[in-house]
């Protein structure tokens, strides 16, 4: 969970030490607590690389060391999902931090706390285009909740503590921290123990409490009130007050995708992930409930379709941190400013004890009528991805040291994932959901291994997502056989887009069949033990295996090729308005037998 | 409808850029854009007009205060104002018209504050409609050259408020006293 120390400045002022700025990022990484960062170096971070040195051998700071910089960026954010610390990556000037772009956007789309360090030419050499420059400050500032240019040591130190407070306190977010190589190799006074002044920053707004009694009275007097919860919650860490709350008004919910988890999918209140692959029924409840009450959640256009016809008839109430995500898509009725953790226990003693049963059965029917459940039981002839999904979850959902954490990419086995695995803790789902970044699953998963040696970590992965980051199988193996197991659902096609093609451009399949090497004996090229499926029945003891073996593993699911995720709400479309889960042709010999959940 | 607003941040390198990329990110059309000093050392202060609707606006200030350096946004539209634009304008003039464009100038309270034997320049300080009324006229005598600020603003009234603030801001200093504290409640976080 994110810390919420807030300032910590502490009470007997510390002596000032005389440092190199690059000895200075190091001292101040141990006291935000950092253990482990990604990265990647070059000439003009070497400085503080070579400051690293006596860190690492006293075994403080582990430096992990990349094959891309984008993947340090991802992995820093896979460690930080995986734990609501600050995570770090660290790269070179020029083509170092341009690469970190894709991963900086990336985490900052999605709230998730990360600090970033590059090298920068010397500041002698700013703006002429010397080796290796480029505007790294201009170029990430649009991806970033703030950044830096560090052109003096002795501004380091409060910079550093700031970055960190930045990218952690409030909404969470990416921080870029360029250092001039002349300040790394300057020496200045270090100390940390400042007061954080930041005027212009407002992390936490003032909770109303005149906002919250609204809130609660509009829940209070609702028929068929809805929940959509989305990732806030788990960044407040309040799943527990939310079923909580929702128990005892007995209120269904809809999570967005990063949204999962929040509460146990498998509760009767749940309804799954809403949206453009959300189910019918909780696409339904959205647009059939009288009070929606939004929390931690931004309305993307993913979740609500077309914006003029979304929940027209419902009051919104929308619970958030972020004062400017308020009215930005949806122009709630209440808006309740500010922490979660703060707003939901004080709304939970003004929620009356209700029942809904008459909406509750209302949502029941609907779920009779959708097939979701009828692919999950049936006997299978042809490797299909839901079933592949479904395997998965049966194979490792009662996982030895906690619940597995499943890392996805980006593409139809990321909403396969969603749709067909029962998550049922908070933050078990590590994805990329609002930049979408194919090849984040590979490199995120391993941030979320190194951070939780003795978890169980799956990436689930399409052939072309893979194929964009498979670099990083190196890291596994230099980091010592890091236990991660790789899912990848190999359909032959970048089969989102090929999707799409399918629908709404006649399959006019360009740029979609991707030609893959065969992953098994790639991964036997990196010693990674894998295996190859083609057939349902080899799913199960292909995934014991897995688990069996100690250390990573991958399989390479070769799966039907054009099958396509339903329902589905065409872009542009009311979230009512969906594509079906057509039967399809391969249940023919479906058995007729009731899935158990 | 056009909307007025000021911003004041912090003296960051790199402030302006960060606004006005936001800006532009965000899709928001800005009218007009004035970046100067402030009462206050180390806070600079922006005049914008925008021009949409209450919802964009409304985004437009939020997005602005959630920028680190920026450290309080007022939305002055529905207030009454002083809002004043400045432009030089370089005129191409001979011996007969000469006097009928100082005339004109002095009408509008304008300055002549450069004359050359073709042409001079004609200084004008005011509201946007006066500037530009100004400009309309002296067309008609041939511009050659013209620079023209966007407006920079103030609200009328709470003289005092405001005066009482930064003067415990200038006193602080003036004491030797770190003003920060005062600064940060003067630029209120909000
Ligand atoms: C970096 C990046 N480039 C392009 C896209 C657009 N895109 C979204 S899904 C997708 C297809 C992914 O293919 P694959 O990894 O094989 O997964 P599948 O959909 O087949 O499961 C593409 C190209 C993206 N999301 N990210
Ligand atoms: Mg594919």
Redesign the interface.
Known sequence: MPKRNGNTASASPETPVRMKGAQMVWEALLREGVRVIFGHPGGAILPTYDALAPYEAAGKIHHVLVRHEQCAAHMADGWARATGEVGVCIATSGPGATNLVTGLATAQMDSVPVVAITGQVPTNLLGTDAFQESDV??VT??VC??NY?VTDVNELPLILKEAFY?AREGRPGAVLIDICKDVQNAEGWFRYDFEI??????PWPQVDMEAVRKAAELINKAERPLVLSGHGVQLAGVGRELLQMVEKAEIPVVTTLLGTGNIPESHPLSLGMGGMHGEAYANRAVQACDVLIAMGMRFDDRITGRLDSFAKQAKIIHFEV???E???NV?PDVAVIGDLAETLPALLPLIEERRHQVWLQEIREWKKDTEQADILNYEVDELIPPFVIRQLWHATHNAKNGPPIIVTDVGQHQMWESQYFTHEYLGQLITSGGLGTMGFALPAAIGAQMAHPNRLVWAVVGDGGFQMTLQELAVIKQEGDLPVKIAIINNGFLGMVRQWQQLFYEKRYVGTPVWSPDFVKLAEAYQIPALAVTKPEQVAPALERALNTPGPFLIDFRVKEEVNVYPMVAPGAAVDQLIRRPKPAVMQGYSGVQPSW | MKYTLIAWMRDKPGVLSRVAGMMRRRNFNIDSLQVGHSETPGISRMTFVVDGNDRMVDQVIKQLRKLVDVTRVENISEQPIVAREMALIRVSTNAENRSEIVQLVNIYRGEIVDVALDSMIVQIVGSEERVASLIDLLDNFGIVEMVRTGPVAMARGQMEHKYRRSTAVWRAQANGRDATAVERFRTGGV
Do not use: N, R, S, Y
């Open positions: 400050v201009g500032a649009p909740k703030h240019l930045i002044d930041l005027p212009g920053f407002e972020d004062k400017a308020v009215g930005k122009v």
